[in-house]
């Protein structure tokens, strides 16, 4: 029994090894890719118009999802974002990933956390200087069960990736218990070497995994671990198995003891020898290993999951081949189309235009020329007016907090529009207050947040051409005020109320689009949230939760 414990547990540890050497290959591997990945997006096109200031400052999402990464920031020397895929509204802000300076120009990739709008996750991010060193790309890719689970599995095995602040992430999705690896975690970073141990999540022995951990150092010190364990239920149910046998061997007589034990040896030792010389074999990289399955019993089973196991893994690498020359394949087309759409299309317009012109009088092409410079000019303004109105989008001003009555400033945002909401000869529109008794003063900026309050509420008499009902309301509650806005309009469609916040996206005729843009930012800077929701002809409503203290988290 001794011997095929040990047996089935060289089995183990040599699976767990050859899991762990996978899933730190596969690691690197994505980690190069990431680099590889935010090396382009420091090279493209788009990146140098974000730096040069002649693309909009939310171009850095399309160029994150063309690379494939989940996180992209380009931001200047001084660590100012100038655009950011995964948090647009943080333009002009400082980037706030906890990486030291020289993170920065670091070669490899590295486990960050990344603060999200909704709270933080942790990634594998890579950073390059960019416009010769007078900027910087930094970018990423989620660590998420899915990405754990890409890098390699193996039926019957757990990978898990423990994080420093604690958290540790499942392969399987599931959501273990951190304290109870916290010793072999510790023996992993204390000793900068893999450490072996076994974890009981529940008072069963069958709940038991023996684990490989193994310490992701950077700048020596550990940035994480990565584990792999395998269950040992079958162990321990091998044991019992025989134990039982042993017991009935020993009260049948030594010659018949003799008998089974010759018997058992046979039976047990041979295969698990050969599983032992198969799982090393695989861990040797020879992943066509097979072993003979010879018994139905648990041996049997084990070989035959152990063959499932190196097939799978064949089968996981064959895919994982064919679809990086997929990915491979679909960028390069990406690219190709990328670089070639910008020339073709003015080239096009250019020459269709002169071919048509130089058929024609001399006087009718010079009327022509005049027109197209004309047309021109008109295009070159208009793009200067959109760059201005951008560019005072970009200098609002920090907000001075003080102590302000959010009452208040709702009933003098009102009486601003009393003469408009009841003047003759217009569809009359119906104002209505029904703002709360209780205290309502809290730590703000009180002509911001009147600037954001007008441009809501002249958004919603501008949604009511035929006259309706405008309600603003307060609440308070959990440390929080609630103000909303809500109109009787010709309403938004889910995708309009998707894009409403974009700068520069507008649903009305003569908007600018930066009305809704500027209240958002407002109400980010106050720590706060903002929503709407809205259907064709039923109305809208614009809600505003904002903290009564800055120090409370919005």
């Given at each position: 029994?001794?011997?095929?414990?040990?047996?089935?547990?060289?089995?183990?540890?040599?699976?767990?090894?050859?899991?762990?050497?996978?899933l730190?290959?596969?690691l690197?591997?994505?980690?190069?890719?990431?680099?590889?990945?935010?090396?382009?997006?420091?090279?493209?096109a788009?990146?140098?118009?974000?730096?040069?200031?002649?693309?909009?400052?939310?171009?850095a999402?399309?160029?994150?999802?063309?690379?494939?990464?989940?996180?992209?920031?380009?931001?200047?020397?001084?660590?100012?974002?100038?655009s950011?895929?995964?948090w647009?509204?943080?333009?002009?802000?400082?980037?706030?990933?906890?990486l030291?300076?020289?993170?920065?120009?670091?070669?490899?990739?590295f486990?960050?956390?990344?603060?999200?709008?909704?709270?933080s996750?942790?990634a594998?991010?890579?950073?390059?200087?960019?416009a010769?060193?007078?900027?910087?790309?930094?970018?990423?890719?989620?660590?998420?069960?899915?990405?754990?689970?890409s890098?390699g599995?193996?039926?019957g095995?757990?990978?898990?990736l423990?994080?420093?602040?604690?958290?540790?992430?499942?392969?399987?999705?599931?959501?273990p218990?951190?304290?109870?690896?916290?010793?072999?975690?510790?023996?992993?970073r204390?000793?900068?070497?893999?450490?072996?141990?076994?974890v009981?999540w529940?008072?069963?022995?069958?709940s038991?995994?023996?684990?490989?951990?193994?310490?992701?150092?950077?700048?020596?010190?550990?940035?994480g671990?990565l584990l792999?364990?395998?269950?040992?239920?079958e162990q321990?149910?091998?044991?019992?198995?025989?134990?039982?046998?042993?017991v009935?061997?020993?009260?049948?007589?030594?010659?018949?003891?003799?008998l089974?034990?010759?018997?058992?040896?046979?039976?047990?030792?041979r295969?698990?020898e050969?599983?032992v010389?198969?799982?090393?074999?695989v861990?040797?990289g020879d992943?066509?290993?097979?072993?003979?399955?010879?018994?139905?019993?648990?041996?049997g089973e084990?070989?035959?999951?152990?063959?499932?196991?190196t097939?799978?893994?064949?089968?996981?690498?064959?895919?994982?081949?064919q679809?990086?020359?997929?990915?491979?394949w679909?960028?390069?087309a990406?690219?190709?189309?990328?670089?070639?759409?910008?020339?073709l299309?003015?080239?096009?317009?250019?020459?269709?235009?002169?071919?048509?012109a130089?058929?024609?009088?001399?006087?009718?092409?010079?009327?022509?020329?005049?027109?197209?410079?004309?047309?021109?000019?008109?295009?070159?303004?208009?793009?200067?007016?959109?760059i201005g109105?951008?560019?005072?989008?970009?200098?609002m001003?920090?907000?001075?907090f003080e102590?302000v009555d959010?009452?208040e400033?709702?009933?003098?945002?009102?009486?601003?529009?009393?003469?408009?909401?009841?003047?003759?000869?217009?569809?009359?529109?119906?104002?209505?207050?029904?703002?709360?008794?209780?205290?309502t003063?809290?730590?703000?900026?009180?002509?911001?947040?009147?600037?954001?309050?007008?441009?809501?509420?002249?958004?919603a008499?501008d949604?009511?051409?035929?006259?309706?009902?405008l309600?603003?309301?307060?609440?308070?509650?959990?440390?929080?005020?609630?103000?909303s806005?809500?109109?009787?309009?010709?309403g938004?469609?889910?995708?309009?109320?998707?894009?409403?916040?974009?700068?520069?996206?507008?649903?009305?005729?003569?908007?600018?689009?930066l009305g809704?843009?500027?209240?958002?930012?407002?109400?980010?800077?106050?720590?706060?949230k903002?929503?709407?929701?809205?259907?064709?002809?039923q109305?809208?409503?614009?809600?505003?939760?904002?903290p009564?203290?800055?120090?409370?988290l919005?």
């Amino acid at each position: 029994m001794f011997s095929a414990r040990r047996s089935f547990e060289r089995i183990d540890a040599q699976r767990r090894e050859g899991l762990l050497d996978q899933l730190r290959r596969e690691l690197d591997a994505q980690g190069a890719e990431i680099g590889r990945a935010v090396d382009r997006a420091a090279a493209s096109a788009t990146v140098q118009q974000l730096l040069a200031g002649t693309a909009d400052y939310d171009r850095a999402q399309a160029e994150a999802e063309s690379q494939g990464l989940d996180f992209l920031d380009v931001v200047q020397t001084d660590l100012t974002i100038v655009s950011s895929a995964h948090w647009p509204a943080r333009f002009g802000y400082k980037n706030d990933w906890p990486l030291a300076p020289e993170d920065w120009t670091a070669p490899d990739a590295f486990l960050a956390r990344i603060p999200l709008p909704e709270g933080s996750a942790i990634a594998l991010i890579a950073a390059r200087p960019a416009a010769g060193g007078k900027a910087y790309v930094a970018g990423g890719r989620r660590i998420t069960p899915e990405f754990l689970k890409s890098l390699g599995q193996a039926p019957g095995m757990h990978a898990l990736l423990w994080i420093p602040s604690g958290e540790v992430i499942d392969a399987q999705g599931g959501a273990p218990e951190a304290g109870k690896l916290q010793k072999l975690v510790e023996d992993a970073r204390n000793s900068r070497r893999e450490a072996m141990g076994s974890v009981q999540w529940t008072p069963s022995r069958s709940s038991a995994e023996a684990f490989l951990a193994f310490p992701l150092i950077r700048r020596a010190q550990p940035a994480g671990v990565l584990l792999t364990g395998t269950s040992l239920a079958e162990q321990l149910a091998l044991e019992r198995e025989i134990l039982w046998i042993g017991v009935a061997v020993a009260a049948a007589g030594i010659l018949l003891g003799a008998l089974l034990g010759w018997w058992t040896t046979e039976r047990i030792t041979r295969p698990v020898e050969q599983l032992v010389k198969g799982a090393r074999s695989v861990a040797a990289g020879d992943w066509s290993a097979r072993v003979d399955v010879a018994s139905k019993d648990e041996i049997g089973e084990l070989a035959g999951a152990f063959n499932k196991m190196t097939a799978q893994l064949v089968e996981q690498r064959d895919r994982a081949i064919q679809a990086e020359r997929v990915a491979a394949w679909r960028e390069l087309a990406r690219r190709l189309a990328h670089e070639l759409k910008n020339p073709l299309f003015p080239l096009q317009i250019t020459i269709e235009n002169v071919q048509r012109a130089r058929k024609l009088p001399p006087h009718e092409f010079d009327e022509v020329f005049a027109e197209s410079a004309t047309t021109l000019l008109a295009e070159v303004s208009n793009l200067k007016a959109i760059i201005g109105r951008f560019s005072d989008f970009a200098k609002m001003p920090a907000p001075r907090f003080e102590r302000v009555d959010l009452n208040e400033i709702i009933r003098s945002v009102m009486k601003l529009y009393d003469a408009q909401l009841h003047a003759e000869g217009k569809p009359r529109i119906e104002p209505r207050l029904d703002l709360t008794g209780a205290d309502t003063k809290l730590e703000a900026d009180g002509e911001q947040l009147r600037r954001a309050l007008n441009n809501l509420v002249l958004n919603a008499i501008d949604a009511m051409p035929g006259g309706g009902s405008l309600c603003i309301s307060s609440a308070k509650q959990d440390g929080r005020i609630r103000v909303s806005v809500s109109d009787t309009g010709q309403g938004l469609t889910a995708e309009e109320c998707a894009r409403l916040f974009t700068p520069y996206y507008t649903t009305k005729q003569h908007g600018t689009g930066l009305g809704l843009a500027i209240v958002q930012s407002v109400v980010s800077d106050h720590r706060g949230k903002i929503s709407v929701t809205s259907a064709p002809a039923q109305g809208a409503t614009f809600v505003i939760d904002l903290p009564v203290a800055q120090g409370e988290l919005g």
